[in-house]
Each structure stands twice: as structure tokens, then as C-alpha cells.
């Protein structure tokens, strides 16, 4: 029974694998290289991103013909990168504290600890005043994405590597377009700064600017505070500064460039680009309420999808400078006497080595500056001297021609003859005593080009009242004292020249004091000192010299 029905069972097991196939067929195996068909998916859903409904349709125009389906890759959607609220991100060091927002990505404030403001606060570099942005580096919203990018909230990360921190700002849309900033914090005053776009090819641009530092209204009522210039310096040392007011229209800085930014009198703020990145100076005007617009200008580095430069943000000192890259001393603008003002500045930071105090660093400098010039004063005061005892036999021979000055017309050159060979005859060189004079000009502009931009003088105290070298004497005492010395000074000069001459040369005090009431009240002190050592020095001449009588001109 049992053998009966395994027997049955073996038989119908065998027919159902022998008839299965034939009644049953499997499909058709695909030919080698050919592709299986695969069901055709459905219409987009509404939840269904662009990037996927792109990478659909692109699937199906890719279908071999005479295909009995329509095959369709698979999707993967991008996901977005933002953040769900602002928040700022602060890097400290002993130079600096930076303060970021994710809002844009931007740089919001730059503090410097070792300068202050008028305030007596450590100085930031990012203009606060209304109606400035307050964001010195931030990004250019040259197109419809950019302009998002711009305000979008964006995804932080932070890292350290080694002595850098590194902040890394990331924002992306569903579409798959993009914008990553990367800032790398060192020791220093740069900063590295990499600006990527991704998902497409478009330009990319970061601002640098409007407006740098925070100068109170009494910094910009000085004739010597230039706030806002552009400046770019290019390979091979050549430098361009455009002043705010002269910046009408957009100008391309070209792509040459070992510098591009904005400065004042002793703060730089500038790109430094690192790859192919071109500048562009560009003018803005600030609406502030109803009153005219402030003109101020921005420089706006581009770059091909990615911008990558090192931004420097710190004070226009000499040595450092000379050290960041070839060339950037030239940054410190000391017009044309930059060859003496560099080495009064090293001079001057020498005696300030000893002394720690700039004023009398100041009044020591003075005085071996007056060394150096003692043998021109000499020949000054012999010139003057012999040219005085002369005096009575010009004032004859001008008496002698000035009958035949309106009749004659080549009386005037006889005249200015007869008295060149008595010069001759005597041996005196009547341009001889203004020779020092003439020489100390240029120190003086150099001076007070030095004055004028050299970082270690900013707010540098004297003594009393005078606790800023860099700016005006509050109260005039020192030009009120500058001018009352050139005056005894004039005193003790031997007199030449007939009475026009001598009249102008009476009103000379006068106007110098006009002039240095405005002037850094350390350029006040030089000349000050200057004036107080020749008037010092021409009595110890008078006294311990024989230069010969000095004639006394006759009374009318």
C-alpha cells in the first residue's frame, strides 16, 4: 500500500517538471549588451525635487529606438545645506578679535587690541555708523542666486590645524547650486578667505568695503585724514589711489595685482588674491536720511566659480609691511620725500628706543638733524653777515639807477650787473643764506609726510596737553611758541634786501603759525625745537665768532 502511493506520487512528480516548461514558458533571455527593459515610471510627483524630474527626462531621451518600454534612471534628490537661525562666530588672538555671521557668511567686525579709538575702545575696523552695512567682507549679489546666497542663512563648522582656525560657511539650494566661504585664522593680520560656488560656473565676487575704521567727527574735519581711498598695487611695485571723490564710475583693477583694497592714513584693508581673480573699484552712495549722499567706494574681487585670496586687515606699519609681500611698503603713502621719510622714521624709532617717549624722540632727532646741517647754518649766518655790511654800497648803486629805470629798459640789467660783480669783487654768494633754508624743506615735508602716516605715532602722548603727536595742539600753545621763535629768530638775522623784501620777510612768522595751527601737533614740536636750537646757535656764533662788523643801515 505504502509502495502503491510513493509510486503514484514519484509519477506525477515527474510529469509536473516535465510538462511545466511546455505549458509555462520563462521569458526570452536579453541578447549579451543589451539592456532589460524595466517598467516605466509613473508622472512626477509634486514632492519629487527638479534635480530628479531633470535626471528622468534625461534617462528617457537617452532610449535605444524601436525599445518596447521607455526605461528611465533612477532619481537621488540633493538635499538642502542652510542653518534654522543666525548666530555669530567670534576668533580671538592676541592681535584681533573677528566676528562672523552665518547670515551671508560675512565678516561683521575686526577689532584691533593693540590700537584704540577716539573713545579710548579698541579700534574696529568695520565702519558701525549709520548708514554704513556693517559688514566690511561680504558677498557681491551679482545674479538672482548670489542675491540669496547673500542673505541665506548658512551651515557652520569649525576646526583648528595647527596655530589657523578655520571657519567653513556652507548654504546650498534644492537645485543643487551653491556657496561655501572658508576662512582661515593665523597669528597674523591675514586672513585666509576661499569663495566657492558650486553646481554652476557663473562668476562668483566678494566686497571689500565701503568705509574703514571708525574716525570721529574730529578725525575728519583734519586736513591730514584721508577715510575711504582705494588703493591697488600691482606686480613691479606701481601704485594707484583713487580718493573717494574721484572714484565717478566703475574701473577695473585689472588681474596683475599683489594688492587691492581701501586705506586711511594708518589702516589697510585689502585682498590679496592668490589665483586669477580680478578686481573692480566701484563708487557707492550712502543715503543717510535726508541729507546728501556720503560718496564712498568698494573694491569687488571676482573669480571664475571660486575666488581665493588672503584679505590683510591692519595698520599700515613700515616693517611689516615690508615682510607680508614685495613691494606692499609702498602701501604708506610719503608722497614724493619717501626717501627721507623712511630714514627719519628709523632714526626716529631708534632715539624712541631709548627714550620710550615720541616727543622726545622728536626734540632728539631735531637736534642731530641740526648737527648735520650746523656747517650750511655757519655758511648762512657768514653770507648773511658780509651781505649786510654790503649793504650801504647797494643801496648806492640802486640810487645811482633808479632815475633811469623808467627811461633806460636795459637799466634794470645794469643795475643787477654793477651789483653781481660787487658780490663778485667781496666774494659773497647772495642766494648763500637761503641755501639751509632751501634744504630744510624737504625735511620738513618729509617730516610731516612721517607725522602723517607712520602707525607708531598715532594717538603717541607727549606731555601735558599734548597727548596725541598725530593730531593738533588742542589749545595752539606750540604754534603760538613756533611763531614767537621764528620772530626773535628774524630779529637776530642781519637784514638784506631792500624794503619789500624785508616787509614779506616780516610777515613770514605770521603766516607759518597760520599755516602749523592745524598741523599734527608733532610737526609743530620739530619746527619748534628747530627754531629754539638756531636761535641757541646763532648766539653762541655771534659771541664766539669773528664774522666782521655788520653794517647799520643809515636812518632816512
Known sequence: MDFKRLSIAFILSAAVLILWPRLFPPPPTPEPGKPAAVPTAGPASAGTPPAAVTSAAAAKGAQAPGAGKQAVAATVAVPPVTAAEARDVVVSTPLYEARLSNQGGDLVSWTLRKFK??????????????PFPGRIVRLDPADPFAARAATALYAVTRETKGLDAVVRFHYREATGE???????????????????????TLPVGVVLGPGIGNP???????????????????????????????LKEPVPAGADLVAAGLEDNYFLTAFLPRGGASALLRPVKIQAGKEEPLLESEVVLSGAGVVDADLFLGPKDLDLLE????????LIDYGWFAILAKPLLWVLKWIQGWVVNWGLAIIGITFLIKVVLFPLTYKQLVSMKKMSSLQPRVETIRAKWSTKLKSDPQARVKMNEEMMNLYKTEGVNPAGGCLPLVLQMP?????YQMLAHAIELRHAPFWLWIQDLSAKDPYYVTPILMTATMWIQQQMTPSTGDATQKKILAAMPLVFGFMFKDMPSGLVLYWLVQNVLTIAQQMLLNRYTDLGPVAVPKKA
Open 117 to 130: 579709538d577716539g573713545a579710548g575702545k579698541d579700534l574696529d575696523l568695520v565702519r558701525r555708523t549709520v
Open 178 to 200: 551653491g556657496i561655501e566661504r572658508t576662512w582661515t585664522f593665523g597669528p597674523g593680520y591675514v586672513v585666509g578667505l576661499r569663495v566657492q560656488r558650486e553646481g554652476s
Open 216 to 246: 570721529s567727527e574730529e578725525d575728519l574735519k583734519t586736513s591730514y585724514t584721508k577715510p575711504g581711498a582705494t588703493i591697488v598695487l600691482r606686480h613691479g611695485g606701481s601704485v594707484d589711489r583713487k580718493a573717494k571723490d574721484d
Open 323 to 330: 615682510k607680508l609681500r614685495p613691494g606692499m611698503d609702498k
Open 443 to 447: 625735511i620738513l615735508i618729509a617730516f
